[in-house]
């Protein structure tokens, strides 16, 4: 159980192109999703909290307009890179909290991830 | 604001060799604590959490972490090592309250030598 896939595994665009990841969790449902960026040989870096029927949270430096997140359903997040530059080439892994658990909370599942290569 | 710290960037040992990966935090509040384990070219796994109670918690695969609130550490432990526990682990906290993002550590990169 608590599977969350993502769509593309990996994807290679031009320069100035939009790309859309979608993240899904299989068999459960999420109110709360997670989008993180990861450099080669780093730590997950959180872009921004997804609420399933409202507006997304981002981080402190994070573009809202390059990086839109939609949370339409409670299965189902995507993030679209708007016109994308090659220093957005980065791999990109969303998260998907199951709701309760012990003292209320949730663990996050994560995606395989989405590998955007901007040439 | 929470922090976590991973002392080690990499970390190599022999198969069948015991390991330890350090983890250490801050936080002025209480945390949830959690490792994370990534495959090369994959997503991450949940190896284990600390929510409450025993703060000796297990995995499955034969790690064990041990919350320490004195020393604030949740240092992860495996006796014996296996080749495929080659892989990147993550130690990461999250306030056990509010938005409940995580924090992640810089990683540490396990190797396994024959």
């Known amino acids: 159980g608590a599977v969350v896939s993502q769509h593309p595994s990996w994807v290679i665009c031009k320069s100035g192109t939009s790309v859309k990841i979608e993240c899904r969790s299989l068999d459960f449902q999420a109110t709360t999703m997670f989008w993180y960026r990861q450099f080669p040989k780093q730590s997950l870096m959180l872009m921004a909290t997804s609420n399933e029927g409202s507006k997304a949270t981002y981080e402190q430096g994070v573009e809202k307009d390059k990086f839109l997140i939609n949370h339409a359903s409670l299965t189902l997040s995507t993030l679209t890179v708007t016109s994308a530059h090659p220093e957005d080439s980065s791999f990109y892994i969303c998260?998907?909290?199951?709701?309760?658990?012990?003292?209320?909370?949730?663990?996050?599942?994560f995606g395989p991830g989405t590998r955007l290569t901007v040439l | 604001a929470q922090s976590v710290t991973q002392l080690d960037s990499q970390v190599p040992v022999f198969e069948e060799a015991p390991v330890e990966l350090r983890c250490n935090y801050s936080s002025s509040v209480s945390v949830y604590l959690f490792w994370y384990v990534q495959y090369p070219n994959q997503g991450l796994q949940l190896l284990l959490k600390y929510l409450s109670g025993s703060t000796l918690v297990e995995s499955i695969n034969g790690f064990e972490a041990e919350f320490n609130k004195s020393q604030t550490s949740f240092h992860l432990r495996k006796p014996s090592v296996h080749i495929s526990d080659t892989a990147e682990y993550f130690c990461?906290?999250?306030?056990?309250?509010?938005?409940?993002?995580?924090?992640f550590g810089q990683g540490t990169r396990l190797t396994i030598n024959p």
């Open positions: 990461a906290v999250t306030l056990n309250q509010g938005a409940q993002k995580l924090v």
């Open positions: 998260s998907a909290r199951v709701e309760g658990g012990r003292g209320g909370w949730g663990t996050q599942y």
